[in-house]
């Protein structure tokens, strides 16, 4: 097992992995490319004369929701095979079936220069009537002034074993 997964037994009984992942300083250049790679031709995100005029806090570049769900899975990514294996050990998982769902909610934004990492805590959600394992994989996606940006869980299905 990693010594970067970290295991704990709630008073539930519940069992939670986790781990922190590293740390990717946001860049303009990041937000520019996604919004161009994915067609997120809004005017918040291309028109920088309207974002100015924008109240508050948005009143400059800032980044896509989208953009930031999908670094926070980038983030964990290298490592989230460790956390599952731990899964695999102790509960006993078959064959990864995919990806079901993910939940989302945007606490702060994140803009160009501000630094991202995730703490990621898993825990089996449920067996299906089907005998499949669903996991939850809930990444809080924190910035360097360790505020919460987004708090989003995956939730991801493996097969019997069998």
Same mark, same amino acid.
């Given at each position: 097992?990693?010594?970067h997964v970290r295991i704990e037994e709630?008073?539930?009984?519940?069992?939670?992995?986790?781990?922190?992942?590293?740390?990717?300083? &946001?860049?303009?250049?990041?937000?520019?490319?996604?919004?161009?790679?994915?067609? &997120?031709?809004?005017?918040?995100?291309?028109?920088?004369?309207?974002?100015?005029?924008?109240?508050?806090?948005?009143?400059?570049?800032?980044?896509?929701?989208?953009? %930031?769900?999908? %670094?926070?899975?980038?983030?964990?990514?290298?490592?989230?095979?460790? $956390?599952? +294996?731990?899964?695999?050990?102790?509960?006993? &998982?078959?064959?990864?079936?995919?990806?079901?769902?993910?939940?989302?909610?945007?606490?702060?934004?994140?803009?160009?220069?501000?630094t991202l990492w995730v703490e990621l805590?898993?825990? $089996? +959600?449920?067996?299906?009537?089907?005998?499949?394992?669903?996991?939850a994989l809930q990444h809080l996606l924190?910035?360097?002034?360790?505020?919460?940006?987004?708090?989003?869980?995956?939730?991801?299905?493996?097969?019997?074993?069998?």
């Open positions: 097992m990693s010594r709630r008073e539930t009984g519940e069992m939670v992995y986790g781990l922190t992942s590293h740390r990717r300083t &946001l860049t303009e250049t990041d937000i520019v490319n996604f919004v161009n790679l994915v067609g &997120l031709h809004e005017a918040p995100f291309i028109d920088m004369e309207w974002v100015k005029r924008m109240p508050g806090i948005h009143n400059k570049r800032f980044a896509p929701a989208p953009l %930031l769900i999908s %670094l926070g899975m980038g983030l964990v990514a290298t490592s989230v095979t460790e $956390v599952i +294996d731990a899964i695999g050990e102790r509960e006993g &998982l078959g064959a990864f079936h995919g990806m079901v769902g993910v939940e989302a909610r945007v606490r702060s934004p994140a803009f160009p220069g501000d805590e898993a825990r $089996v +959600d449920r067996k299906t009537s089907r005998g499949q394992t669903l996991v924190m910035n360097q002034r360790d505020e919460l940006v987004v708090d989003f869980t995956e939730r991801v299905i493996f097969d019997p074993i069998g």
